[in-house]
């Protein structure tokens, strides 16, 4: 792992093509007009530090951190070139070629990005006061960034997810509460002697509203 701040400072002073000779040509050229939809090989930086010859010539897929950009003319055979620098998750330096096509905005230092290319090699850069090596990967199309994303969208995505997730939540808390009300036995009322029935005065023979029973109060006649 190398510090950032030389770096910085160093890798300015690398030279166009990134150290290729003249023999290395036809498959760097190779590698920049590959077939962009060609499947690509996920792999990190130490695996094409500790097992550089099982991955040589083959497409791989990086992801890091945009740390500097240079650019190349075109020159005999090779197209315009952008050689970008970036830093991978581990902090180690990676080196990525494409044509310097300009067909849009290009992701500023700190934007974390993905690309797809060849890895040839890897090449040499001082750092500090320190030969250091990087691995090469060459491709047909520029690093792309990883959050481009629409940010509305992502958001409008999130909210849709977090709602359902709730629902589910909530479905389960009523599935739940609703077999605890059915397990659970009624209650049994407690045994009570109620004694005997009382009596109204509406329950006497001949009684209740309208009655013959009823007691009349009045002059006799």
Do not use: N
């Not at 090449?123 to 990967?137: C, E, M």
């Not at 509460?177 to 009624?186: S, T, V």
Request: with cysteine.
């Amino acid at each position: 792992m190398i510090g950032l701040a030389p770096v910085l400072a160093v890798l300015a002073m690398v030279g166009d093509d990134a150290g290729i000779s003249l023999p290395e040509i036809p498959a760097y050229k190779a590698a920049l007009e590959a077939d962009p939809a060609a499947t690509a090989v996920a792999v990190a930086f130490r695996d094409l530090w500790q097992r550089p010859e099982e991955f040589r010539g083959r497409r791989v897929r990086v992801e890091g951190t945009v740390t500097r950009r240079f650019r190349a003319p075109a020159s005999g055979r090779l197209p315009p070139r952008v050689e970008v620098w970036i830093t991978a998750a581990s902090g180690d330096l990676i080196c990525l070629v494409h044509p310097d096509v300009r067909a849009g905005p290009e992701p500023a230092a700190g934007t974390s990005v993905r690309f797809a290319g060849t890895f040839l090699k890897r090449v040499s850069y001082q750092g500090g006061d320190v030969a250091r090596l990087a691995p090469l990967i060459v491709g047909p199309g520029a690093p792309v960034a990883i959050d481009s994303g629409p940010v509305g969208a992502g958001r409008q995505g999130r909210a849709t997810l977090d709602w359902a997730v709730g629902a589910v939540l909530a479905a389960g808390v009523l599935l739940f509460l609703g077999r605890q009300h059915l397990g659970r036995p009624a209650p049994r009322r407690a045994d009570r002697d109620l004694g005997a029935r009382p009596e109204f005065l509406d329950d006497r023979p001949g009684g209740g509203p309208g009655g013959d029973g009823d007691e009349r109060v009045g002059d006799e006649g």
